[in-house]
């Protein structure tokens, strides 16, 4: 699990692609300090597993679901990305429960500076428009947000001056396109009262019935 608090920018240095998967290898400092192969880093919110390291990179491996879901395959050698390790259990809890799954992709169709603020407007499917709520949470390129704004096409955010310079949201333009994953709490409840409503449909025992049973 994350929580959004992106902890640095990290550098692609190689991406190896084999005809359905690539290997990323990244440079970084800080997300290395305690890491092991096989723990969990978010690259651009993305949840992947470290797969060697050295001092100052780390390589993983990215499968054809993650490729076809995300902005990962738009990656080159040079780019910069977003970095996050897994939550410790005696960590600080700064953003929202992030699961490192993304829901899919937004594309970037407004950016407009409000004083000291940035807003960006960001398009995406109806898919993933219907668990984004405002004033609700939401994850963009591995950075938790909150939704300042929402039409049925599009949502906006606005960004303080820190957010911006310390992740790669400084180096996006207007048609770039980002990681988007929705609030995973608004999934699960959708889940759960789609079940019941189901089996209650399903069920002979009704309110009515049990009023005429004495209940």
């Known amino acids: ?6 902890e640095e920018m990290g550098r692609v240095e190689l991406i190896k692609r084999g005809q359905h998967s690539a290997i990323l290898t990244i440079g970084a400092k800080k997300v290395l ?3 092991k192969i096989g723990d969990s880093i978010a690259v651009n919110g993305i949840c992947l597993t470290v797969t060697s390291l050295t001092s100052k990179s780390f390589t993983a ?3 054809q679901e993650t490729l076809n ?5 738009k990656l080159l050698p040079g780019s910069h990305v977003n970095l996050e390790r897994a939550m410790p259990a005696n960590g600080r809890f700064g953003g929202h429960i992030v ?4 829901d899919g992709i937004g594309k970037i169709v407004g950016i407009k500076e409000d004083d000291i603020s940035i807003w960006y407007r960001i398009q995406a499917k109806p898919e993933i428009m219907r668990y984004i709520v405002e004033k609700g949470s939401i994850t963009i390129d591995g950075i938790s947000l909150t939704v300042a704004a929402i039409t049925d096409e599009d949502f906006s955010i606005s960004a303080i001056p820190h957010t911006v310079s310390q ?3 400084k180096e996006k333009r207007q048609g770039d396109v980002v990681n988007l994953e929705t609030d995973i709490l608004g999934k699960y409840v959708e889940k759960l009262v789609g079940t019941s409503q189901t089996e209650q449909k399903k069920s002979s025992i009704t309110r009515e019935f049990l009023l005429q049973q004495g209940f």
Do not use: P, Q
Request: aromatic share 4%.
């Open 69 to 73: 879901r995300s902005s990962l395959a």
């Open 33 to 35: 300090e305690d890491t």
């Open 167 to 169: 992740t790669i949201l």
């Open 61 to 63: 491996d990215v499968m």
């Open 99 to 102: 699961s490192g799954h993304v």
């Open 1 to 6: 699990m994350f929580t959004g608090i992106v």
